[in-house]
């Protein structure tokens, strides 16, 4: 085997390993705390997990119906139906994947020829370009810039050119927290539509919204929702982020492509935690109060501490990510460097702004982004050692 030689499809050839996942793999082995992946440290509500102890033990085991339990999707119609006023056919518009990763996957490989052009808004999840590669796709960008993170209208009308298939739009937005505006859908949605382009959207933090803000959905305000595909999860809003339950509402011929694709892909969602997300959707309004108002006492908790340890941070208005500058910092180089210093002076993993910026690299280059999914204890615990570590840096 020692002369053996493989060359990967081109397909691969610009893709590297997951910045968040190494980054959390050095942090387990220095046991430095773990902030770069958006993994709640927090139980899973009680219910939701008797829930699936029960599917379990009544020997709901088997595979699924291909595109989810028809409970399931029911009651994710009916959840778009109160919040948005938006109506969405159950049995032949919604598909029940394995997370938004598999659904984003599953919907740009329904929908892309090899060729077309697809939107990226940068700083934008890792996982997007991928999807694209994997689909024969070209990935083109609109930047999002500090220190408002506002969608940038004529950036978005010179990108879009013949070959322009669909736009990925996340919101609330991760890395940057920004929470897209009525206002501002609305003219992404007139743009996109008067070029034919479709919206893919990635909407899994759609209940973790700051001070008042509401979540927009983009479907539910378009005039031409066929042209808008919605992709969203359970995982993140229900701490159970390793059941893999994600699910996309889309337009009944373009959900029949996406069923076909997902049936090869993965056949379908792991069942018992299908039971379990119905339980989940049924849960009161207070479970969303509480997590909203845990999730804005981590946020400033972060944003206090990271202000007195020499960082700019940029308060999110959604999600439970923030960006943060280090230019108060005396260190020569980079932010991937950066994040590995931190592991390993300051026992803190975060993720490279560079993971998240493609077109404009160099604003990736002084920013770091944290997860602030932790308890409240344990992000008090980093001040110390992230304080001492800026003290040290500045005497250098």
């Keep these: 085997m020692s002369n053996f ?10 893709i590297a390993p997951s910045q968040i996942r190494e980054n959390m793999r050095i942090a387990r082995e220095v046991g430095a705390v773990n902030l ?11 219910r939701i997990k008797q829930a699936a102890i029960d599917a379990i033990n009544n020997d709901h085991n088997q595979y699924s119906v291909t595109w989810g339990l028809a409970e399931l999707r029911e009651a994710l119609s009916a959840d778009m139906k109160t919040r948005f006023g938006y109506e969405v056919n159950a049995e032949t518009e919604i598909t029940i994947t394995c997370g938004v990763t598999e659904g984003m996957n599953a919907v740009l490989l329904s929908l892309v020829e090899p060729g077309d052009e697809v939107i990226v808004v940068e700083p934008a999840h ?11 796709g070209v990935p083109r960008y609109v930047t999002l810039r500090p220190p408002t993170f506002a969608f940038p209208t004529d950036e978005l009308e010179a990108t879009i050119n013949e070959r322009t298939r669909a736009l990925i739009l996340n919101t609330p937005h991760n890395p940057s927290g920004h929470v897209f505006t009525r206002d501002e859908l609305k003219t992404i949605i007139d743009i996109c539509s008067r070029h034919g382009v479709y919206i893919i959207t990635d909407e899994i933090y759609d209940r973790l919204l700051y001070d008042g803000r509401e979540h927009i959905m983009p479907a539910a305000i378009a005039e031409r929702p066929e042209l808008i595909i919605t992709t969203a999860g359970l995982s993140k ?17 373009i959900t029949a492509a996406i069923r076909t694709v997902h049936d090869y892909l993965t056949i ?19 479970y969303y109060d509480d997590l909203v108002a845990m999730f804005t006492d981590r946020r400033d ?21 923030l ?19 931190l592991i390993r002076e300051a026992k803190v993993a975060t993720v490279p702004g560079s993971a998240f910026y493609y077109k404009d690299r160099d604003l990736g280059e002084r920013i770091i982004r944290f997860a602030f999914a932790k308890s409240a204890e344990l992000i008090d615990s980093i001040e110390e050692t992230m304080r001492g570590c800026f003290d040290n840096s500045r005497s250098s």
């Excluded at 809003?237 to 996309?248: Q, S």
Aim: hydrophobic residues 40%; glycine residues 8%.
């Design 5 to 14: 030689s493989f060359q990967p499809p081109t397909r691969l050839t610009n």
């Design 36 to 46: 770069a992946q958006g993994r709640p440290d927090f139980a899973t509500d009680a």
């Design 126 to 136: 890792e996982n997007y370009v991928p999807a694209i590669s994997f689909a024969g």
């Design 237 to 253: 809003i229900y701490a159970a982020t390793g059941w893999r339950l994600g699910y996309v509402l889309a337009a009944e011929p």
């Design 268 to 286: 379908c969602a792991p069942t018992p935690f299908q039971h379990a997300a119905v339980t989940a959707l049924a849960l009161p309004q207070d």
């Design 301 to 321: 908790r972060m944003m206090r501490i990271l202000s007195h340890c020499g960082f700019t941070p940029y308060e999110p208005e959604g999600a439970y990510y």
């Design 323 to 341: 960006l943060a500058e280090f230019d108060e910092w005396n260190f020569d180089g980079g932010s991937e460097a950066f994040t590995k210093f």
